[in-house]
């Protein structure tokens, strides 16, 4: 229990009735009198305020955070007493994470509109009706994957004279974990339903091309292959028709995640936005989920190699959304670590694991020196059998300094480093492309969109 500031004031009062009582005694025993009063008025505050057991705290949230995003908790409290409560709620989220407030209306559901936003931190005064339930909202930000800890929530609130705050802490204690981003898919999934992937940088591919699926008989047009005509509905329509396939639907896309000390630098321009500054690994991790889903929706088969020094996990292709799932579990604790990853080693594990023609998605860097030569030599010799395409994340800031324009000394060696870099990554991507291997390469902030634009461009061109 505390005392409020009126409560402070009423017995400091009590101080110059017992000065006046040096000159009148008979004040002294006024000011006893006014100081019993005050203490029983701040007794019967205490007893008449509402009691711990008249609320009920809840938290709410997904069973898996996402990293890098804003996930909204909810924190319910319910007044069961009979007078309306001024509270103060804190909840005790996990110390790493960041989070800003906002507060819904009371008896309203978790769709509710938000009403008030606030600096950042779990704590806001919110208004508790008798018999009603209110409810704080807010969102918090992991810095990383893994697991974490909620601790117990908390209630401040204040009596009914104004002369006591009482508070109480309420038992929430739970792990949570944080997975790579879901919040993307789930937006994926509704901007599907609603036809709209283009608002999401998403572009719409009609999967026609030269596969073997019979899709539609159509009108001959003049750029068509002759061997493509139905003869039997041209005798029937009286004019040439053509037949039209699609490109096949059960295919391989085989996603090779680099985890070496390339992808381990954070990426700075993503920082300001997301309040952490994420390693490249991360928005790799979120683009294979991603590229993962959108390719299990179409009958695709997906699997995973990470790797670094040392094959860390391997997942075999497989379909339907059981393969997600799999993908997500085993890229829930990935890491990266700061060694030289081994190319060689990668490849030859996947070709003694995999040999059907597939998609290779290699997430990766790329290096200088001798790391770029081992990449260039090693990607190039899956191009007969397989479809490579190595997906580099460039870093926005080193564009940046590069065209900036240069204010000292300083300014002027970072400059020609910065241009250094950029000519030698445009080089090496040249020479990848001369020996028939894909090239991405895109910032972090546009990776997931880039990738799987990419993947359905192929696979509608039939390339896979």
């Not at 381990?264 to 790799?284: C, I, T």
Request: charged share 25%.
């Amino acid at each position: 229990m505390l005392f409020t500031r009126r409560a402070l004031l009423l017995l400091l009062l009590t101080t110059p009735l017992m000065a006046l009582g040096t000159i009148a005694p008979g004040m002294l025993y006024v000011a006893l009198a006014y100081l019993a009063l005050v203490i029983a008025m701040i007794a019967a505050d205490r007893l008449l305020s509402p009691q711990p057991r008249e609320f009920e705290l809840k938290r709410q949230h997904d069973s898996r955070l996402s990293l890098g995003a804003q996930n909204r908790i909810i924190v319910s409290i319910t007044n069961t007493g009979r007078h309306t409560v001024r509270a103060l709620a804190r909840d005790e989220y996990p110390p790493q994470f960041r989070a800003k407030v906002i507060v819904l209306d009371a008896n309203a559901l978790v769709s509710a509109t938000e009403t008030t936003q606030t600096r950042s931190g779990a704590e806001r005064p919110i208004t508790v009706r008798p018999r009603e339930t209110a409810r704080l909202a807010y969102y918090v930000n992991p810095p990383r994957r893994g697991d974490f800890q909620f601790g117990d929530l908390n209630l401040r609130w204040g009596g009914i004279l104004g002369l006591v705050i009482r508070q109480a802490r309420y038992p929430a204690a739970e792990p949570v974990k944080v997975y790579p981003n879901l919040l993307d898919i789930r937006k994926y999934e509704l901007q599907a339903r609603k036809g709209r992937l283009q608002e999401i940088g998403l572009r719409q591919a009609r999967m026609l091309g030269s596969g073997t699926e019979f899709e539609r008989l159509r009108e001959y047009q003049m750029d068509d292959e002759f061997r493509k005509i139905d003869w039997k509905a041209t005798a029937r329509r009286g004019k040439p028709v053509t037949r039209e396939f699609e490109t096949e639907k059960s295919q391989t896309i085989m996603c090779l995640l680099d985890t070496g000390r390339l992808m381990r630098p954070p990426v700075s321009d993503a920082a300001n936005q997301s309040g952490h500054a994420l390693a490249k690994l991360d928005y790799a991790v979120n683009a294979v989920l991603m590229l993962s889903y959108v390719a299990g929706l179409r009958g695709d088969r997906v699997g995973l190699l990470a790797f670094a020094d040392d094959i860390t996990s391997y997942l075999a292709p497989r379909a339907g959304r059981g393969q997600f799932y799999k993908m997500l579990a085993s890229l829930y604790a990935v890491e990266s670590q700061p060694v030289e990853s081994d190319f060689v080693r990668a490849f030859s594990y996947l070709g003694a694991k995999h040999k059907k023609r597939s998609l290779v998605v290699i997430f990766s860097d790329i290096a200088t020196g001798i790391a770029a030569e081992t990449l260039v030599r090693q990607i190039a010799p899956l191009s007969p059998r397989h479809v490579p395409l190595l997906v580099a994340i460039s870093d926005p800031t080193v564009v940046q300094i590069a065209r900036q324009l240069p204010r000292d000394s300083v300014g002027v060696y970072e400059r020609a480093v910065a241009e250094q870099l950029i000519d030698e990554r445009a080089l090496i991507l040249d020479k990848l492309r001369q020996r028939g291997v894909l090239t991405l390469d895109v910032p972090a902030n546009q990776l997931t969109v880039a990738v799987v634009n990419k993947y359905l461009e192929l696979k509608a061109r039939g390339r896979i």
